[in-house]
């Protein structure tokens, strides 16, 4: 080998050890890390010149991250108002905890995007690192705001039997993404007393009520179990129409034709043809009496499927004749795919919300056009305008107005609607009280240590969940509620669900914000509904604290509710919703779709729950 060969090797080997040397950094020489990312901020403005942000920090090791310790923080236009350093702690492998700041001095402008930057240190198998984090953050459209409803159509399609080949769900990188808003921190707004704690007790037999004389009795008609294996991650819903029965949960439907007694399993793709980029998973279905139909709403990777079939069709074809509508997302003038739908019915509207892209969309169906089973001229809204309300769903037994909602911050809600006979939209700010949102204490345990909220928890998720309006009753009330999950604190021990009651006849000003809770476990997923007495009842799911997580149901005032599994296995998975309607045939009563696990053999078990006085 020549002198310069080997002078040239050498000065190689030097140069990787100088490398070696300078890329093992001590707690005295921190060196920059790659394993922290940003996830999806949210920001908010409070007032022209000061903006409020939420910035993930995501640990995407295999490695607990220690003494996370953010040193620095920038938004270009801004000046920092929150004092630093600001200490995150310990961010688990695969968690993330939240940098919630204040920044002054803009003028900020509503609708435009900054770019939100981070910067500190980290131990990580015990070396000091320093990380450096960003992710561009669009300030939601100024409020009070309006916007214009697109139009578009869909043709029928019709089904009978079951001729397709089965097919397994196909999942897209859409399916289950984390939220893309998390909440920020707000200017504080003192709370109203907290609600007295909730209580649970089990459910009595069907056609039972408890012995309490005080609240009023509640009668259990059905608790029915499906008897149908499905995932953990359930999702169930349903509708009622008498004794036919359509259910369906991740990933299968089922009929019953004898109040629920007994259920018939269905496969969805082998009842329609298997397009729009292959079903997925996610499906939710309601009950129309105004039209004797049973909608049933399935998601594909490319958009909707929304089908129709009356209760006497469903009996005759063994749930296997229907017609059909599809709504794709390039339909829209959308890029990508969907997720997370949701359904109400209004007097003379069906509505059908769903994630895409920035935000969340509303569509509006005529339900005439649906009986019909005529093409169906729907209008829809823009996501751009709803980035806070990214997962929300929509408000049940509406009337002549849909609502939806998000929040601005911890002390700020944005409150949508769109009224049956106009194609315009609104939006509004509203103050709330203010509450515990650090998702790094949302956590509830079962027995065997699995924290079944942890999805939750990892998504940034205090969407607006349960949603209904109370319109009517002795004091001709308007009221819009809305509920969520939120982690503990502020005197919360456990998670809990927070809802607020809001004005419609007085600018959707705040009547009441309480809560669903207890010191000593957790409540969590809330869906609500409205019977024709103008009371609220409750779908849910609790746990921790020495309990499974059990699906539970009630009314609210009552300040009880009742459990309806039996679980004996935890899930570190759960959710995503359960379901609550109005009883078509008994309009004084709910039914409840909700579920538990069981271990023997490995299975959810989903339940059909009617209730009342």
């Known amino acids: 080998?020549?002198?310069?060969?080997?002078?040239?090797?050498?000065?190689?080997?030097?140069?990787?050890?100088?490398?070696?040397?300078?890329?093992?950094?001590?707690?005295?020489?921190?060196?920059?890390?790659?394993?922290?990312?940003?996830?999806?901020?949210?920001?908010s403005l409070e007032g022209s010149e000061t903006m409020v942000t939420a910035l993930p920090v995501i640990n995407r090791t295999k490695e607990d991250a220690s003494r996370v310790l953010v040193t620095g923080l920038s938004i270009e236009?801004?000046?920092?108002?929150?004092?630093?350093?600001?200490?995150?702690?310990?961010?688990?492998?695969?968690?993330?905890?939240?940098?919630?700041?204040?920044?002054?001095?803009?003028?900020?402008?509503?609708?435009?995007?900054y770019l939100l930057r981070a910067e500190g240190t980290l131990s990580l198998g015990g070396r000091l690192s320093k990380f450096e984090v960003q992710h561009e953050v669009r300030i939601p459209p100024a409020a009070p705001g309006k916007d214009a409803a697109k139009p578009s159509t869909s043709t029928p399609k019709r089904v009978k039997g079951a001729p397709y080949p089965a097919e397994p769900p196909r999942f897209n990188d859409e399916v289950n993404t984390p939220s893309k808003w998390t909440v920020p921190v707000g200017t504080y707004h003192q709370p109203q007393p907290r609600s007295k704690e909730s209580e649970t007790q089990k459910a009595p037999g069907s056609r039972q009520h408890h012995a309490l004389a005080s609240p009023p009795a509640v009668s259990f008609f059905t608790n029915d179990g499906l008897g149908i294996s499905s995932s953990s991650v359930n999702e169930p819903s349903g509708g009622a129409a008498g004794q036919v029965v359509f259910a369906t949960a991740n990933w299968f439907a089922a009929y019953s034709t004898n109040g629920g007694s007994s259920f018939t399993r269905l496969n969805p793709?082998?009842?329609?043809?298997?397009?729009?980029?292959?079903?997925?998973?996610?499906?939710?279905?309601?009950?129309?009496?105004?039209?004797d139909r049973m909608i049933w709403l399935l998601q594909y990777g490319q958009g909707y499927r929304i089908a129709a079939a009356s209760p006497a069709t469903i009996r005759t074809s063994s749930g296997t004749a229907w017609t059909y509508w599809d709504i794709t997302a390039a339909q829209l003038g959308f890029g990508g795919?969907?997720?997370?739908?949701?359904?109400?019915?209004?007097?003379?509207?069906?509505?059908?919300?769903?994630?895409?892209?920035?935000g969340l969309v509303v569509v509006r169906i005529p339900l005439a056009e649906i009986a019909a089973s005529a093409t169906i001229h729907f209008w829809y809204t823009d996501p751009n305008n709803s980035t806070m309300a990214y997962f929300g769903q929509l408000t049940q037994n509406p009337h002549d107005e849909i609502f939806?909602?998000?929040?601005?911050?911890?002390?700020?809600?944005?409150?949508?609607?769109?009224?049956?006979?106009?194609?315009?939209?609104?939006?509004?700010?509203?103050?709330?009280?203010?509450?515990?949102?650090?998702?790094?204490?949302?956590?509830?345990?079962?027995?065997?240590?699995?924290d079944w909220v942890s999805k939750l928890r990892d998504d940034n998720n205090n969407f607006i969940q349960g949603s209904?309006?109370?319109?009517?009753?002795?004091?001709?009330?308007?009221?819009v509620w809305f509920a969520w999950t939120a982690p503990s604190g502020q005197g919360f021990p456990q998670t809990h669900?927070?809802?607020?009651?809001?004005?419609?006849?007085?600018?959707?000003?705040?009547?009441?914000?309480?809560?669903?809770?207890?010191?000593?476990?957790?409540?969590?997923y809330p869906a609500l509904s409205t019977n024709s007495n103008d009371e609220v009842g409750l779908s849910l799911e609790y746990g921790g604290g020495g309990n499974y997580e059990n699906h539970v149901v009630g009314f609210w005032g009552d300040f009880i509710v009742y459990t309806t599994?039996?679980?004996?296995?935890?899930?570190?998975?759960?959710?995503?919703?359960?379901?609550?309607?109005?009883?078509?045939?008994?309009?004084?009563?709910?039914?409840?779709?909700?579920?538990?696990?069981?271990?023997?053999?490995?299975?959810?078990?989903?339940?059909?729950?009617?209730?009342?006085r």
């Open 1 to 43: 080998m020549s002198i310069a060969k080997r002078s040239f090797l050498l000065l190689i080997l030097v140069n990787l050890v100088v490398l070696v040397f300078i890329s093992s950094p001590t707690d005295e020489s921190a060196q920059l890390s790659p394993n922290l990312v940003a996830g999806y901020p949210g920001a």
């Open 404 to 450: 939806w909602a998000g929040h601005n911050s911890n002390s700020s809600m944005r409150v949508f609607s769109w009224q049956e006979s106009s194609t315009t939209y609104f939006w509004r700010d509203v103050s709330v009280g203010s509450w515990p949102n650090n998702n790094v204490n949302l956590k509830s345990l079962t027995p065997d240590r699995q």
């Open 77 to 113: 236009g801004g000046s920092l108002a929150t004092k630093l350093p600001i200490e995150l702690g310990t961010i688990k492998a695969g968690e993330q905890g939240t940098v919630f700041a204040t920044f002054t001095r803009g003028p900020f402008t509503a609708g435009k995007t």
């Open 565 to 612: 599994t039996s679980s004996n296995l935890g899930i570190g998975r759960f959710g995503d919703y359960v379901t609550l309607r109005q009883d078509a045939t008994h309009p004084e009563r709910f039914d409840a779709f909700g579920y538990g696990m069981n271990s023997s053999p490995t299975r959810s078990d989903t339940r059909y729950v009617v209730f009342g």
């Open 468 to 479: 209904t309006r109370v319109l009517g009753g002795a004091r001709q009330a308007n009221q």
């Open 337 to 358: 795919g969907v997720d997370f739908p949701d359904l109400s019915v209004g007097d003379n509207s069906l509505y059908v919300d769903f994630d895409q892209g920035p």
């Open 269 to 291: 793709t082998t009842v329609f043809p298997n397009n729009m980029g292959g079903y997925c998973c996610d499906q939710v279905v309601v009950y129309v009496p105004r039209i």
């Open 497 to 524: 669900v927070q809802w607020v009651a809001l004005d419609r006849n007085n600018n959707f000003n705040l009547i009441t914000q309480q809560q669903i809770w207890n010191p000593n476990y957790a409540f969590a």
